[in-house]
């Protein structure tokens, strides 16, 4: 039985005493740098997509935008008033929230609308009252 004839290979079949003996030196040493050239290229492919994905995750965190340095919270419902004031960076805030500016933020807080007991905004913002 021709070894050329047997399929599937397994990866056995690719070692160096399973090459026939009938294959020219030349010829031998030809497909072995063609395999060794192609493998490079296809590691060199893999760098240049590795990299490229690096660099693109640093220009989206160059380009994300700053936070906001107040926000208010919302509570469910059709009038959605504002349920509590957080800062900008709160993990707190959850997912109904609106920008605001600090003007805006000492209105609402002065307007008994509740601090965030968390990132604390009535401190930073230097709004005396009793917590709640």
């Not at 000492?106 to 709640?132: E, F, M, Y």
Request: glycine share 6%.
């Amino acid at each position: 039985m021709n070894s050329r004839s047997r399929l599937p290979l397994s990866r056995r079949d690719y070692r160096a005493e399973n090459i026939p003996q009938e294959i020219p030196a030349a010829w031998l040493e030809l497909t072995l740098r063609v395999w060794h050239a192609m493998w490079l290229k296809r590691i060199d492919y893999k760098i240049a997509a590795v990299r490229q994905r690096r660099a693109e995750k640093k220009r989206s965190h160059l380009r994300r935008p700053a936070p906001p340095e107040w926000v208010a919270a919302f509570g469910v419902g059709a009038g959605r008033e504002p349920a509590e004031v957080h800062a900008g960076g709160c993990h707190v805030t959850g997912d109904r929230w609106r920008a605001m500016d600090r003007d805006e933020a000492r209105q609402l807080l002065s307007s008994g609308i509740r601090a965030c007991s968390h990132c604390q905004p009535d401190v930073q913002l230097h709004i005396n009252r009793a917590r709640q």
